[in-house]
């Protein structure tokens, strides 16, 4: 489960940043992820759970922000949804490899006192 890790890599980012902002508690992440992420918003919730505990992080909230997966083609410059699977335009039906969104996978906010 890699989830474990990336929210591991979460802790040490918010914990640097509430450090720096002089932050003593973190009531909530959100953070921002790509529907191509391969990341599964249940793991993460599960992971940061019990990741967070003896942490600046115990007791303080992750959002999760879905973000889609959007193509722009370079024959017609369309943008349109994709998934992983199909990644035709509709418009002219060529194979587009321009991935504007859905890769995403970073912290966004964090509230605290």
Known sequence: MHEVSIIENVIKIVTD?????KLTKVTKVSLKIGELSGVTSECLNFAF???IIDTVLEGSTLEIAKVSAVAECFECKQEFPIDHF???CPCCNKFCSSIIHG???YVNTI???
């Open 17 to 21: 940043k509430a450090k720096e902002n």
């Open 49 to 51: 759970k019990i990741c």
């Open 86 to 88: 199909n990644k035709l």
């Open 103 to 105: 890769y995403e996978l």
């Open 111 to 113: 509230e605290g006192d």
